[in-house]
Structures are given as structure tokens and as C-alpha cells.
């Protein structure tokens, strides 16, 4: 094992470490905390596996593996990007709702009250 690979292992570790301590403190919720565990997991089996990513970077005509675990790991980035950017507007299509949801409660709200100050004036 060399000095790369085992620097690899270590900082996919302290990845891991830190998916860990964000999910114990309630940071991340559970869907996204698996999504990072698993990301974590699949850094790890990276780093231990970087001869076997050497032999599938000759075999797909890629000259320099780092460039295809490069590549791959923008493509994961990028997916990721798209998924919270789904979530995002979801979630701001649930806020708009609940904001007008609360404008007309607040509507109706203020035109009982007028109502009851109507009826107890007469």
C-alpha cells in the first residue's frame, strides 16, 4: 500500500467521521445522512481499491486513473447538485403555499373579529 493510497484511506475516513458527527447531531436529516454514509463508504472502497481502478482506467483507454475517479466524482457531484436543487424548489413551492394558506386564515381571522365587534356594538 502506498503513500497515496494510504493518505486517500485516511481523508475518506475523516469524511466518514465527520458524516458521522453531523448525523448524530441532528444536522442531517436520514435521507441525506445515507446518502452521505454511502458516499463515505464508496471513498473508502476507492482508496482500498485503487489498483483495481488502475486495471478499469487501462481496460476504458483513460492514461491517468485519477482522472477518471475525477470524473466520476464530478458526475456524483453533480447529480447530488440536481437532487437538492428538486428539494429546494419543492420546498419553496410548499413554503409559498403555506404563506398564502396563512394570509387568507389571517383574512378570515380579522373579519370574524370585525364581525363579533359588529354584533356586540348593536
Known amino acids: ?55 478499469i482506467a487501462a481496460l476504458l483507454g483513460v492514461a491517468y486513473m485519477p482522472a477518471l ?15 437538492q436543487s428538486v428539494t429546494l424548489s419543492d420546498h419553496q413551492e410548499k413554503i409559498k403555499t403555506l404563506v398564502q394558506e396563512i394570509a387568507y386564515l389571517k383574512h378570515e381571522l380579522e373579519e370574524y373579529q370585525r364581525k363579533g365587534e359588529k354584533d356586540e356594538s348593536h
Request: glycine share 2%.
Open 69 to 83: 475517479i475525477f470524473t466520476i466524482a464530478f458526475l456524483v457531484v453533480l447529480n447530488i447538485l440536481i437532487y
Open 1 to 55: 500500500m502506498g503513500k497515496v493510497q494510504i493518505i486517500t484511506i485516511a481523508f475518506a475516513s475523516l469524511f466518514l467521521i465527520q458524516v458521522v458527527y453531523y448525523s448524530s447531531r441532528n444536522k442531517l436529516r436520514d435521507k441525506q445522512a445515507f446518502l452521505w454514509f454511502l458516499m463515505a463508504f464508496i471513498g473508502i472502497f476507492i482508496a482500498v481499491c485503487l489498483d483495481w481502478f488502475n486495471k
